[in-house]
């Protein structure tokens, strides 16, 4: 799987935004039988493989905080817990978008990624006068 993202990664020239998912078995709480499933299922071994093949490819690469991901609008950027309105559907308040749950916080998941790597290429350098 890992290999498969980032060869699709490297033929797009794109670049790979995950969620830093550190403390996910201790934050999320889930039915009996969802639980087996999260702790059958290494989160940090595929990410770990992803970043392993990424530099090895020459992909960028970022985590960023998943914080909010599925209550925010992917378009507009707003952030609200009423937007998430099931468990596969985001309407917008702001902006009236409707989209499934998991696009919509794919996307905010790359935006989060590309902003991360446009702050890395900013020249921190002042401007000589």
Same mark, same amino acid.
């Given at each position: 799987?890992? /290999? ?8 797009? *020239?794109? $670049? %790979? ?13 889930? +039915?009996?039988?969802? #639980? @087996?499933?999260? +702790? *059958?299922? *290494? !989160?940090?071994?595929? $990410?770990? !493989? %992803?970043?392993? /093949? ?8 970022? !985590? @960023? ?10 378009? =507009?950027?707003? @952030?609200?817990?009423?937007? +998430? ?5 985001? %309407? =917008?308040? $702001?902006?009236? @978008?409707?989209?499934?749950?998991? #696009?919509?916080?794919?996307?905010? %998941?790359?935006?989060?990624?590309? *902003?991360?790597?446009?702050? $890395? +290429? ?8």
């Amino acid at each position: 799987m890992a /290999k498969t993202i980032v060869t699709e990664a490297e033929r797009t *020239s794109a $670049g %790979i935004a995950l969620e830093e998912l550190k403390g996910i078995r201790q934050r999320v709480r889930l +039915r009996k039988p969802q #639980r @087996v499933a999260l +702790r *059958s299922w *290494s !989160f940090a071994q595929l $990410g770990e !493989f %992803i970043v392993y /093949k990424a530099k090895w490819a020459g992909v960028p690469l970022a !985590f @960023v905080d998943p914080a909010y991901t599925s209550q925010t609008c992917a378009e =507009c950027g707003q @952030v609200d817990k009423r937007n +998430r309105v099931d468990q596969g559907l985001v %309407i =917008c308040r $702001g902006c009236g @978008v409707v989209a499934h749950a998991d #696009r919509n916080a794919s996307h905010e %998941i790359a935006q989060r990624g590309e *902003s991360v790597w446009n702050a $890395g +290429r900013e020249s921190r350098v002042p401007a000589t006068p």
